[in-house]
């Protein structure tokens, strides 16, 4: 668990704005635990109707990164993610299979040791009519230092393919895409312990930070999109915790880190 310096930010707050550039505002090793689910850069179109979901409840402004800019993007952010960790952090990302060559190579390049790389497997995908449906996700499970960070054995045998279902939130308004609260818990049972700090860089609709409230853990979020960020504070209602403008400058961080 560290010592609660955040620099500009407190503990259990959402921010709005963009993650590459708010994220340069952390201490060096602020952050116990990253979880997060960064765009895919692929044609995703968030109103339309797959998953069985109206339309109309999924709420708009999802903002995706091009694919020309994927590589580049993808590397600033994980080379500041390696610099705001811990020394015994860690950090699970997930990925679609489209550009998991990207994610594989910007893991590497920023220093992370792959401990495992899990699949998700989920239980319906798209349909399609010329190629297998894709029905889960990868999440690479990395670390700052392979010999020194968190890691409860809550099971016996601990498996890296994981079998959980999306969650249907009917006639409800959702963000377009979400992970489920199971999967989060699960995370955050091995690779956290009360107290800690959990980063969820791109928030989404705040399940992250939702999960890490009720276990116990403290949370900072980063979202671009406004209406997202209120979407995700309403889930976190009745706590009196509230979303804030960040300013985006760098800090250095000597040494630590490594370059992108």
């Not at 020309?68 to 610099?83: G, H, K, V």
Request: aromatic content about 14%; glycine content about 8%; proline content about 4%.
């Amino acid at each position: 668990m560290n010592n609660l310096n955040l620099g500009p930010y407190q503990e259990d707050r959402i921010y709005l704005g963009d993650a590459t550039r708010l994220i340069q505002e952390l201490p060096c090793s602020s952050i116990d635990l990253i979880v997060t689910d960064p765009p895919f850069a692929i044609d995703f179109r968030a109103q339309r109707l797959n998953y069985n979901r109206t339309g109309s409840n999924v709420l708009e402004g999802y903002q995706e990164v091009s694919g020309e800019e994927y590589e580049l993007f993808t590397r600033e952010w994980m080379s500041e993610a390696f610099r705001i960790l811990s020394p015994s952090g860690s950090m699970y990302v997930f990925s679609g299979w489209n550009h998991l060559k990207d994610i594989l190579d910007g893991l590497d390049r920023a220093g992370f040791t792959t401990q495992n790389h899990l699949i998700w497997k989920y239980q319906f995908g798209v349909f399609t009519k010329k190629k297998y449906v894709t029905s889960h996700y990868h999440i690479l499970f990395v670390v700052k230092d392979r010999k020194r960070y968190t890691f409860n054995k809550v099971e016996h045998y601990p498996e890296d393919v994981w079998e959980i279902k999306r969650e249907y939130w009917k006639g409800r308004k959702k963000t377009p895409t979400k992970l489920p609260s199971e999967i989060v818990r699960k995370i955050l049972r091995f690779s956290s312990n009360p107290g800690d700090i959990v980063l969820d860089p791109f928030l989404g609709s705040g399940t992250v930070a939702v999960t890490a409230k009720e276990m116990g853990r403290h949370f900072i979020g980063f979202e671009v999109v406004g209406e997202y960020l209120s979407f995700a504070n309403d889930r976190l209602s009745g706590t009196g915790w509230n979303s804030y403008t960040a300013t985006d400058k760098g800090r250095d961080c000597g040494a630590t880190g490594h370059p992108v």
